[in-house]
């Protein structure tokens, strides 16, 4: 089954330009994280956030959430070509399984 | 450190043979583990996950099945492979609730 629901599921931008990407999931979480996969390769863990959590940090990454609407949000700040790889949101409901959303595939213009 | 181990990397197999994917995880005890799969261009279907030795749960019923025979072993097997069975193989592990997931290099799966 499909937890996440990440938006869009493209998106191409400008190098140096923010990107922002959307995840809405369904049931209640203890912890949602964002996975970064580069073509052909495992997913490679970018940042977790727990449900009582509103924002947090990282880099040039920053992460929300709103547990009442049931969505997150990243977003990239100053974006660079390496950038380009496809997003995913995951949740943790409590019952020791991860679920993935679809991922958003992101495309670093130069 | 913690390391995963996932192979082949890429497997092609004839409809109706059987198959074995295996992972192993290394520096950690008592891992969660699992495994997805996921079609070209998609999101990561789970599978399977494991609490523990010979705790295996199921998520999808379909042609596949797991096994955990060790601690740090999880194994994926098939006795007959379906043209849709193809796909991209993830092994994955975790130190349980609360934590990050740490995925294998993935394996490729061409069912010919």
């Known amino acids: 089954s499909q937890q996440g629901e990440e938006d869009p599921q493209a998106l191409s931008i400008q190098e140096g330009e923010n990107a922002t990407m959307n995840c809405s999931y369904k049931?209640?979480?203890?912890?949602l994280q964002w996975y970064r996969q580069n073509s052909g390769r495992g997913l490679v863990h970018l940042i977790l956030i727990r449900s009582n959590e509103r924002e947090k940090h990282s880099g040039r990454l920053r992460v929300t959430l709103d547990t009442s609407k049931k969505s997150s949000s990243l977003l990239i700040t100053a974006s660079r070509a390496a950038d380009t790889a496809s997003y995913f949101c995951?949740?943790?409901?409590?019952?020791?399984?991860?679920?993935f959303g679809k991922g958003t595939r992101l495309h670093i213009l130069p | 450190s913690q390391t995963i181990h996932q192979w082949p990397a890429t497997l092609v197999q004839p409809v109706g043979s059987p198959l074995s994917l295996e992972c192993t995880v290394e520096?950690?005890?008592?891992?969660?583990l699992y495994w997805y799969r996921q079609a070209a261009g998609r999101g990561l279907q789970l599978l399977f996950y494991s609490v523990g030795i010979g705790q295996i749960s199921s998520e999808v019923p379909q042609n596949l099945s797991a096994s955990r025979p060790q601690d740090r072993q999880f194994i994926l097997s098939s006795k007959k492979l379906l043209l849709s069975d193809s796909g991209f193989y993830l092994c994955?592990?975790?130190?349980?609730?609360?934590?990050?997931?740490?995925f294998g290099q993935g394996t490729r799966l061409t069912v010919v």
């Open positions: 995951a949740t943790d409901s409590g019952d020791d399984k991860i679920i």
């Open positions: 520096g950690t005890s008592n891992p969660n």
């Open positions: 994955a592990w975790s130190t349980g609730r609360l934590t990050e997931a740490f």
């Open positions: 049931t209640s979480i203890n912890n």
